[in-house]
Protein backbone atom coordinates (compact mmCIF):
# COMPACT_ATOMS: atom_id res chain seq x y z
CA UNK A 1 0.00 0.00 0.00
CA UNK A 2 1.22 3.61 -1.38
CA UNK A 3 1.53 6.45 1.58
CA UNK A 4 -1.08 8.55 2.28
CA UNK A 5 -1.93 11.63 0.85
CA UNK A 6 -3.77 14.12 2.68
CA UNK A 7 -4.82 17.64 2.76
CA UNK A 8 -4.38 19.91 5.73
CA UNK A 9 -6.08 23.44 5.69
CA UNK A 10 -5.42 25.60 7.97
CA UNK A 11 -7.19 28.90 9.17
CA UNK A 12 -5.94 32.03 11.75
CA UNK A 13 -7.91 33.79 14.45
CA UNK A 14 -11.72 33.29 14.20
CA UNK A 15 -13.56 35.82 17.25
CA UNK A 16 -17.50 35.46 17.10
CA UNK A 17 -18.15 39.10 18.85
CA UNK A 18 -19.72 42.20 18.06
CA UNK A 19 -21.11 42.41 14.18
CA UNK A 20 -19.39 38.89 14.00
CA UNK A 21 -22.06 37.82 16.63
CA UNK A 22 -24.38 39.43 15.21
CA UNK A 23 -24.68 38.03 11.85
CA UNK A 24 -23.90 34.73 13.01
CA UNK A 25 -26.76 34.46 15.45
CA UNK A 26 -28.95 36.20 12.39
CA UNK A 27 -28.32 32.99 10.76
CA UNK A 28 -25.99 33.98 8.37
CA UNK A 29 -23.05 31.35 9.10
CA UNK A 30 -23.67 29.79 5.06
CA UNK A 31 -23.25 33.08 3.83
CA UNK A 32 -20.50 34.58 5.66
CA UNK A 33 -18.38 31.49 4.29
CA UNK A 34 -19.06 30.77 0.65
CA UNK A 35 -16.46 32.84 -0.53
CA UNK A 36 -13.92 30.05 1.04
CA UNK A 37 -15.86 27.23 1.54
CA UNK A 38 -14.70 25.10 -1.64
CA UNK A 39 -11.23 25.30 0.28
CA UNK A 40 -12.88 23.58 3.30
CA UNK A 41 -14.31 21.02 1.50
CA UNK A 42 -11.79 19.57 -0.18
CA UNK A 43 -9.41 19.35 3.05
CA UNK A 44 -9.21 16.27 4.64
CA UNK A 45 -8.57 18.37 8.12
CA UNK A 46 -9.53 22.25 8.09
CA UNK A 47 -8.20 23.72 11.38
CA UNK A 48 -8.93 26.99 12.50
CA UNK A 49 -8.73 28.84 16.00
CA UNK A 50 -11.49 30.04 18.05
CA UNK A 51 -10.30 33.05 20.05
CA UNK A 52 -12.61 33.24 22.57
CA UNK A 53 -15.08 31.37 24.77
CA UNK A 54 -18.48 29.99 23.86
CA UNK A 55 -20.48 31.00 26.77
CA UNK A 56 -22.73 32.60 29.07
CA UNK A 57 -21.02 31.20 32.53
CA UNK A 58 -18.17 31.81 34.58
CA UNK A 59 -16.73 35.67 35.48
CA UNK A 60 -14.46 37.82 33.44
CA UNK A 61 -10.68 36.66 34.45
CA UNK A 62 -8.38 39.64 36.15
CA UNK A 63 -6.20 40.73 33.23
CA UNK A 64 -4.88 43.30 30.97
CA UNK A 65 -6.35 43.67 27.79
CA UNK A 66 -10.32 42.94 26.89
CA UNK A 67 -11.71 39.89 28.06
CA UNK A 68 -13.65 38.55 24.96
CA UNK A 69 -17.12 36.32 24.81
CA UNK A 70 -19.15 35.18 22.56
CA UNK A 71 -22.74 33.67 22.07
CA UNK A 72 -22.87 29.87 22.94
CA UNK A 73 -25.40 30.40 19.57
CA UNK A 74 -22.01 30.94 17.66
CA UNK A 75 -21.13 27.35 17.68
CA UNK A 76 -23.64 27.29 15.04
CA UNK A 77 -20.55 29.20 12.54
CA UNK A 78 -18.43 26.09 13.29
CA UNK A 79 -20.94 23.40 12.56
CA UNK A 80 -22.17 25.14 9.47
CA UNK A 81 -18.78 26.70 7.90
CA UNK A 82 -17.38 22.71 7.77
CA UNK A 83 -14.17 22.99 9.76
CA UNK A 84 -13.06 19.60 11.63
CA UNK A 85 -10.74 20.77 14.08
CA UNK A 86 -10.81 23.56 16.58
CA UNK A 87 -7.75 25.57 17.85
CA UNK A 88 -8.83 26.25 21.62
CA UNK A 89 -4.50 27.41 22.56
CA UNK A 90 -4.84 31.06 22.81
CA UNK A 91 -4.99 34.08 24.68
CA UNK A 92 -8.59 34.86 25.06
CA UNK A 93 -9.86 30.57 26.06
CA UNK A 94 -9.91 31.39 29.84
CA UNK A 95 -11.33 35.00 29.49
CA UNK A 96 -14.19 33.86 31.92
CA UNK A 97 -12.68 31.28 34.13
CA UNK A 98 -12.62 27.25 33.81
CA UNK A 99 -16.80 27.65 33.99
CA UNK A 100 -16.36 29.32 30.44
CA UNK A 101 -13.77 26.68 29.20
CA UNK A 102 -15.52 24.25 30.45
CA UNK A 103 -18.65 25.01 28.72
CA UNK A 104 -17.11 25.83 25.42
CA UNK A 105 -15.35 22.40 25.16
CA UNK A 106 -18.69 20.28 25.91
CA UNK A 107 -20.63 22.48 23.29
CA UNK A 108 -17.34 21.18 20.87
CA UNK A 109 -18.13 17.85 22.31
CA UNK A 110 -21.76 17.86 21.63
CA UNK A 111 -21.27 19.15 17.95
CA UNK A 112 -18.89 16.21 17.46
CA UNK A 113 -15.97 19.40 16.89
CA UNK A 114 -12.28 17.74 17.58
CA UNK A 115 -9.99 20.40 19.21
CA UNK A 116 -6.76 20.72 20.13
CA UNK A 117 -4.62 22.72 22.86
CA UNK A 118 -6.41 23.64 26.21
CA UNK A 119 -8.48 21.04 28.84
CA UNK A 120 -9.29 21.11 32.13
CA UNK A 121 -5.75 20.74 33.10
CA UNK A 122 -2.08 20.69 32.05
CA UNK A 123 -2.04 16.87 31.01
CA UNK A 124 -5.60 17.19 29.18
CA UNK A 125 -4.56 20.49 27.33
CA UNK A 126 -1.11 18.67 26.04
CA UNK A 127 -2.59 16.48 24.52
CA UNK A 128 -2.36 15.51 20.64
CA UNK A 129 -5.42 15.12 18.29
CA UNK A 130 -5.08 12.48 15.34
CA UNK A 131 -6.89 13.75 12.50
CA UNK A 132 -8.60 11.79 10.33
CA UNK A 133 -8.94 9.42 13.42
CA UNK A 134 -6.94 6.48 11.68
CA UNK A 135 -3.42 5.00 11.84
CA UNK A 136 -2.36 7.30 8.85
CA UNK A 137 -3.94 10.11 10.34
CA UNK A 138 -1.46 13.76 11.28
CA UNK A 139 -0.71 14.59 15.04
CA UNK A 140 -1.96 17.70 16.20
CA UNK A 141 -0.36 20.31 18.96
CA UNK A 142 -1.29 23.42 19.73
CA UNK A 143 0.47 25.65 22.04
CA UNK A 144 -0.16 29.30 23.72
CA UNK A 145 2.41 32.10 24.67
CA UNK A 146 2.27 32.43 28.76
CA UNK A 147 -0.47 35.44 29.18
CA UNK A 148 -3.43 34.98 31.29
CA UNK A 149 -5.44 31.81 30.06
CA UNK A 150 -2.84 29.08 30.19
CA UNK A 151 -3.43 25.77 32.31
CA UNK A 152 -1.41 24.61 35.13
CA UNK A 153 -1.25 21.00 36.82
CA UNK A 154 -4.57 21.20 38.55
CA UNK A 155 -6.14 24.18 36.55
CA UNK A 156 -7.81 24.81 33.32
CA UNK A 157 -6.52 26.41 30.12
CA UNK A 158 -4.37 26.32 27.67
CA UNK A 159 -1.21 24.53 26.53
CA UNK A 160 1.28 26.71 27.20
CA UNK A 161 4.33 27.56 25.09
CA UNK A 162 7.39 25.50 27.46
CA UNK A 163 10.35 24.54 25.29
CA UNK A 164 11.00 21.31 27.32
CA UNK A 165 7.31 20.10 27.88
CA UNK A 166 6.62 21.54 23.63
CA UNK A 167 9.62 19.35 22.67
CA UNK A 168 8.38 16.14 24.63
CA UNK A 169 5.44 16.40 23.54
CA UNK A 170 6.07 16.41 19.58
CA UNK A 171 8.77 13.65 20.10
CA UNK A 172 6.14 11.51 21.53
CA UNK A 173 3.34 12.42 18.79
CA UNK A 174 5.94 12.06 15.91
CA UNK A 175 7.67 8.74 18.06
CA UNK A 176 6.02 6.19 15.13
CA UNK A 177 7.08 8.31 12.29
CA UNK A 178 3.65 10.12 12.08
CA UNK A 179 3.60 13.74 10.77
CA UNK A 180 3.12 16.22 13.35
CA UNK A 181 1.96 19.70 12.85
CA UNK A 182 2.48 22.39 15.63
CA UNK A 183 0.19 25.47 16.10
CA UNK A 184 1.11 28.41 18.11
CA UNK A 185 -0.32 31.19 19.11
CA UNK A 186 2.31 34.05 20.09
CA UNK A 187 4.81 36.88 18.94
CA UNK A 188 4.39 40.74 19.02
CA UNK A 189 1.31 41.97 17.63
CA UNK A 190 1.67 44.36 14.48
CA UNK A 191 4.43 43.14 14.02
CA UNK A 192 5.45 42.40 10.76
CA UNK A 193 8.69 40.69 11.21
CA UNK A 194 9.00 37.54 13.85
CA UNK A 195 11.52 37.79 16.98
CA UNK A 196 14.32 36.36 17.03
CA UNK A 197 12.91 34.15 19.69
CA UNK A 198 10.26 32.77 17.85
CA UNK A 199 12.51 31.92 14.99
CA UNK A 200 14.73 30.05 17.56
CA UNK A 201 11.74 28.37 19.07
CA UNK A 202 9.99 27.21 16.07
CA UNK A 203 13.29 25.61 14.11
CA UNK A 204 13.48 24.21 17.38
CA UNK A 205 9.93 22.45 17.05
CA UNK A 206 10.85 20.86 13.70
CA UNK A 207 14.27 19.74 14.74
CA UNK A 208 12.26 17.81 17.81
CA UNK A 209 10.34 15.99 14.93
CA UNK A 210 7.44 18.61 14.06
CA UNK A 211 6.34 18.26 9.93
CA UNK A 212 4.95 21.95 9.99
CA UNK A 213 4.71 24.80 12.51
CA UNK A 214 1.81 27.20 11.85
CA UNK A 215 1.01 30.28 14.34
CA UNK A 216 -1.23 32.99 14.44
CA UNK A 217 -2.12 35.94 17.03
CA UNK A 218 -0.27 38.97 15.74
CA UNK A 219 -3.30 40.64 13.80
CA UNK A 220 -1.22 40.86 10.98
CA UNK A 221 0.39 38.25 8.48
CA UNK A 222 3.95 37.86 8.74
CA UNK A 223 6.32 35.68 6.39
CA UNK A 224 7.50 31.78 6.11
CA UNK A 225 10.34 30.09 5.33
CA UNK A 226 11.25 26.79 4.72
CA UNK A 227 13.47 25.10 7.52
CA UNK A 228 15.32 21.51 6.99
CA UNK A 229 12.76 20.72 4.55
CA UNK A 230 9.75 21.76 6.78
CA UNK A 231 7.88 24.99 6.44
CA UNK A 232 7.08 27.50 8.96
CA UNK A 233 4.35 29.75 8.84
CA UNK A 234 5.02 32.99 11.59
CA UNK A 235 1.45 33.90 11.26
CA UNK A 236 -1.58 33.88 8.82
CA UNK A 237 -3.21 36.94 10.68
CA UNK A 238 -6.75 37.36 11.40
CA UNK A 239 -9.30 34.97 9.59
CA UNK A 240 -13.02 36.63 10.89
CA UNK A 241 -12.42 39.05 13.61
CA UNK A 242 -14.60 42.05 14.25
CA UNK A 243 -12.13 44.58 16.09
CA UNK A 244 -13.12 44.73 20.08
CA UNK A 245 -12.10 48.04 20.52
CA UNK A 246 -14.75 50.99 20.46
CA UNK A 247 -11.79 53.21 20.35
CA UNK A 248 -9.85 52.37 17.24
CA UNK A 249 -10.34 53.17 13.68
CA UNK A 250 -9.14 50.54 11.79
CA UNK A 251 -9.20 51.21 8.04
CA UNK A 252 -10.41 49.14 5.50
CA UNK A 253 -7.16 48.55 3.90
CA UNK A 254 -5.99 47.56 7.22
CA UNK A 255 -4.51 44.12 8.27
CA UNK A 256 -6.57 43.75 10.84
CA UNK A 257 -9.25 42.79 8.16
CA UNK A 258 -6.44 40.80 5.98
CA UNK A 259 -5.11 37.31 6.79
CA UNK A 260 -4.49 34.04 4.82
CA UNK A 261 -4.89 30.09 5.03
CA UNK A 262 -2.63 27.98 4.32
CA UNK A 263 -3.18 24.23 2.79
CA UNK A 264 -0.55 21.46 3.01
CA UNK A 265 -0.35 18.26 0.76
CA UNK A 266 1.16 15.35 2.91
CA UNK A 267 2.36 12.31 1.11
CA UNK A 268 2.87 10.31 4.18
CA UNK A 269 4.87 12.20 6.93
CA UNK A 270 6.07 15.19 4.46
CA UNK A 271 4.59 18.40 3.38
CA UNK A 272 5.18 17.63 -0.66
CA UNK A 273 3.48 21.58 -1.47
CA UNK A 274 1.33 24.13 0.06
CA UNK A 275 -0.66 26.77 -0.98
CA UNK A 276 -1.39 30.23 -0.03
CA UNK A 277 -5.10 31.84 -0.11
CA UNK A 278 -4.88 34.91 0.58
CA UNK A 279 -8.51 36.46 2.78
CA UNK A 280 -10.76 39.35 3.62
CA UNK A 281 -13.49 40.85 5.81
CA UNK A 282 -12.97 44.26 6.03
CA UNK A 283 -15.24 46.14 6.90
CA UNK A 284 -17.23 44.85 9.40
CA UNK A 285 -16.35 41.37 10.36
CA UNK A 286 -19.45 39.87 8.77
CA UNK A 287 -18.28 37.95 5.32
CA UNK A 288 -15.42 36.14 4.14
CA UNK A 289 -14.01 36.11 0.62
CA UNK A 290 -10.76 34.71 -0.96
CA UNK A 291 -8.77 37.64 -2.28
CA UNK A 292 -8.20 37.41 -6.31
CA UNK A 293 -7.14 39.15 -9.24
CA UNK A 294 -4.27 42.11 -8.71
CA UNK A 295 -5.17 42.38 -5.09
CA UNK A 296 -4.02 39.11 -4.52
CA UNK A 297 -1.10 39.61 -6.21
CA UNK A 298 -0.31 42.43 -4.39
CA UNK A 299 -0.77 40.60 -1.02
CA UNK A 300 1.60 37.74 -2.52
CA UNK A 301 4.20 40.27 -3.55
CA UNK A 302 4.40 41.84 0.14
CA UNK A 303 4.13 38.17 1.90
CA UNK A 304 7.57 36.66 -0.23
CA UNK A 305 8.88 40.75 0.43
CA UNK A 306 8.88 39.83 4.56
CA UNK A 307 9.62 36.31 3.97
CA UNK A 308 13.22 37.04 2.02
CA UNK A 309 14.18 39.47 5.34
CA UNK A 310 13.85 35.99 7.31
CA UNK A 311 16.50 34.31 5.36
CA UNK A 312 18.96 36.98 6.52
CA UNK A 313 19.59 36.77 10.18
CA UNK A 314 21.31 40.01 10.70
CA UNK A 315 18.84 42.13 9.33
CA UNK A 316 16.00 40.56 10.40
CA UNK A 317 17.37 41.48 14.03
CA UNK A 318 17.82 45.27 12.72
CA UNK A 319 13.80 45.27 11.72
CA UNK A 320 13.58 43.52 15.71
CA UNK A 321 15.66 46.23 17.64
CA UNK A 322 13.56 49.09 15.98
CA UNK A 323 10.77 47.77 16.84
CA UNK A 324 12.14 46.95 20.25
CA UNK A 325 12.33 50.90 20.46
CA UNK A 326 8.92 51.55 19.15
CA UNK A 327 7.50 49.53 21.88
CA UNK A 328 9.72 49.11 24.72
CA UNK A 329 8.78 52.77 26.70
CA UNK A 330 5.55 52.52 26.78
CA UNK A 331 6.10 49.12 29.09
CA UNK A 332 9.06 51.44 30.79
CA UNK A 333 6.57 53.98 31.64
CA UNK A 334 4.59 51.37 33.87
CA UNK A 335 8.07 50.79 35.90
CA UNK A 336 7.56 53.86 38.14
CA UNK A 337 3.77 53.11 38.94
CA UNK A 338 4.09 50.70 41.11
CA UNK A 339 4.79 50.70 44.81
CA UNK A 340 5.04 47.40 47.21
CA UNK A 341 2.88 46.08 48.92
CA UNK A 342 0.55 46.50 45.99
CA UNK A 343 -3.20 48.12 47.08
CA UNK A 344 -5.64 45.11 44.99
CA UNK A 345 -8.40 47.62 45.54
CA UNK A 346 -6.72 50.43 43.59
CA UNK A 347 -7.63 49.92 40.11
CA UNK A 348 -4.57 51.87 38.80
CA UNK A 349 -1.85 49.91 40.43
CA UNK A 350 -3.21 46.43 39.62
CA UNK A 351 -3.62 47.38 36.32
CA UNK A 352 0.26 48.43 36.58
CA UNK A 353 0.88 44.86 38.18
CA UNK A 354 -0.94 43.10 35.94
CA UNK A 355 0.51 44.94 32.62
CA UNK A 356 4.28 43.99 34.16
CA UNK A 357 3.32 40.57 35.39
CA UNK A 358 2.69 39.84 31.58
CA UNK A 359 5.23 41.95 30.30
CA UNK A 360 7.66 39.12 32.44
CA UNK A 361 5.94 35.83 31.66
CA UNK A 362 4.87 36.41 28.28
CA UNK A 363 7.18 35.35 25.64
CA UNK A 364 6.83 38.14 23.30
CA UNK A 365 7.05 40.66 25.38
CA UNK A 366 9.65 39.26 27.50
CA UNK A 367 11.81 39.06 24.61
CA UNK A 368 11.06 42.82 23.71
CA UNK A 369 11.43 44.06 27.26
CA UNK A 370 14.95 42.14 27.33
CA UNK A 371 16.22 43.47 24.44
CA UNK A 372 14.89 46.74 24.57
CA UNK A 373 16.94 47.20 27.91
CA UNK A 374 20.16 45.49 26.54
CA UNK A 375 20.13 48.27 24.00
CA UNK A 376 19.91 51.16 26.30
CA UNK A 377 22.51 49.27 28.70
CA UNK A 378 24.84 49.35 25.96
CA UNK A 379 24.00 52.64 24.22
CA UNK A 380 22.58 50.57 21.33
CA UNK A 381 19.71 52.93 20.58
CA UNK A 382 20.80 54.71 17.25
CA UNK A 383 21.24 53.79 13.72
CA UNK A 384 17.77 52.29 13.34
CA UNK A 385 15.72 55.04 12.16
CA UNK A 386 15.57 53.78 8.95
CA UNK A 387 14.13 50.35 9.84
CA UNK A 388 11.44 51.87 11.97
CA UNK A 389 10.30 53.89 8.90
CA UNK A 390 10.24 50.59 7.08
CA UNK A 391 8.02 48.85 9.54
CA UNK A 392 5.61 51.94 9.50
CA UNK A 393 5.39 51.43 5.83
CA UNK A 394 5.29 47.77 6.31
CA UNK A 395 2.69 47.61 8.54
CA UNK A 396 0.65 50.08 5.59
CA UNK A 397 1.38 47.21 3.23
CA UNK A 398 3.93 49.33 1.55
CA UNK A 399 7.62 47.68 0.66
CA UNK A 400 10.00 49.94 1.65
CA UNK A 401 12.34 50.87 -1.98
Given at each position: ????????????????????????????????????????????????????????????????GPNLISNPECINFLVESGFNLINTANNHILDYGEEGLKQTLGLLDENNLRYVGSGMNLEEACRSVTMPDEPNGIRFLAFAENEYTVAGRKSAGAAPVDFPINIASIKKAAADGAPVVVLVHGGNEYNPIPSPGMKKRYRGYIDAGAS??????????????????????????????????????????????????????????????????PVD?????????????????????????????????????KYWKAWCLMKGSWWGDYIGRISYPIDRNDKD???????????????????????????VAHGDTKGYEEYIDKIENLQKGVIPK
Open positions: MGEKHLKVLIAGDFCPINRTEKAILGGNSREMIKGIRPYIEEADVSVINLEAPLTDKGQPILKTAVVAMHTHCPQGYEIYNSNPIFYSLGNFLFDTPYKDRNYKKEDFWWKGYMVRFDFTGNRVDDFKIIFGPDGTRINEITGAEKEIFINYLNHISEILKNDDEAESMISALVLRNGMTCEAHNELLTTYWKM
